[in-house]
């Protein structure tokens, strides 16, 4: 399961603050825009190969396409190319203290508060989580394909995000240009959701503009089968709020917790007996589950279809985005109570 994340690693910001996670970060983001090069030039040599050739030239047509189709940011991101040599740009760590639904945050300059932390080397991301589990925390390290300077880079396309077929580099493009139209300080589910929205609105349109139905047909299965885990998860989450507000003891709660992710992992098996082939969750429950993981999906997924209520009642996209900024500049409070009440509104 994909989890686009926005990571704001702005050198100017960072270099003065110093600290060792800090100076990972401005140097981590230093190599990346160090590596990448035009698109025309990578192009123009004889030794690309033709598969990266493919995808890039496709990348130019949805780079437009996101202009013209859903009114995204026309700049300079997404017109050079990287090869990391690595299958990660970023991996995020997702902390949760124990007996909570309500993940860590930190702060940093210009992002403001984020539920999760972002390295550029897995071992140092993994490392941090050892740490936060030793003090008791929930913890999940997670792969991020692409991250957003939220315009003020000229981001770049990475293999990261070219290696995984047309579909998901159109939706992860879609993605994170929606991160650089708006983005609302300290609210990272505010804006996972509003990009998540734009993601699968703008995957659907593209595809079947560009007449890929059968493609179309695959996004749609993988868009009602997300809709089912977020179903799923929503539940256990429902199921730990009871066990977390009883007067357990603490050894008793470990234990209903426990039950509690066993009755997910048979939910999971029963929805999944009826899938016969295409996309599955299998590798997201095929590993130790705890909070962190709940929390590192709801982030993206719990308003997502408040935001799609909103595009569809929207004029045109240039709309949508007027009033998605009219909701982002209310108080969180009235923001998020908007966003519901989108959700409670009949169809």
Not at 104 to 114: R, S, T, Y
Not at 205 to 230: C, H, I, K, N
């Amino acid at each position: 399961m994909r989890t686009p994340a926005l990571l704001s690693l702005l050198l100017i910001a960072l270099l003065p603050l110093g600290g060792c996670y800090y100076v990972q970060a401005a140097s981590g983001h230093l190599a990346l825009m160090r590596a990448a090069e035009p698109i025309d030039r990578v192009l123009a040599d004889r030794d690309t190969h033709p598969e990266l050739t493919v995808a890039l030239t496709r990348a130019r047509e949805i780079r437009r396409f996101a202009v013209e189709a859903l009114a995204l940011p026309d700049n300079d991101s997404y017109t050079r190319y990287a090869d990391l040599g690595r299958e990660a740009v970023v991996w995020n760590v997702v902390a949760v203290p124990e007996f909570s639904l309500t993940p860590k945050i930190w702060c940093f300059p210009v992002a403001g508060c984020l539920s999760y932390r972002g390295y550029f080397s897995e071992a140092r991301a993994r490392r941090h989580a050892s740490r936060l589990a030793a003090e008791g925390y929930h913890v999940q390290v997670g792969q991020v394909a692409a991250y957003s300077t939220l315009g003020r880079f000229a981001d770049p396309l990475l293999n990261t995000m070219v290696s995984r077929g047309e579909t998901y580099l159109a939706s992860i493009i879609f993605h994170e240009l929606a991160h650089q139209q708006l983005y609302i300080a300290d609210d990272t589910r505010f804006n996972e959701a509003y990009a998540t929205a734009v993601e699968e609105h703008g995957t659907r349109l593209w595809l079947t503009r560009t007449g890929q139905m059968a493609a179309l047909a695959d996004y749609e299965r993988l868009l009602a089968r997300r809709g089912v885990l977020d179903a799923l998860l929503e539940r256990q989450r429902a199921r730990l709020a009871a066990i977390y507000a009883s007067d357990l003891t603490a050894e008793a709660m470990r234990l209903a917790e426990a039950e509690a992710f066993q009755q997910l992992r048979l939910d999971y098996a029963e929805q999944r007996a009826d899938w016969d082939s295409g996309p599955t969750f299998d590798g997201f429950f095929a590993r130790p589950l705890n909070n962190a993981h709940l929390l590192a999906v709801a982030t993206y997924r719990d308003l997502v279809p408040a935001f799609h209520r909103l595009i569809a009642s929207s004029a045109d996209m240039a709309d949508f985005h007027a009033r998605a900024a009219e909701l982002g500049a209310l108080p969180v409070e009235a923001r998020h109570a908007a966003l519901t009440a989108l959700l409670e509104t009949d169809d």
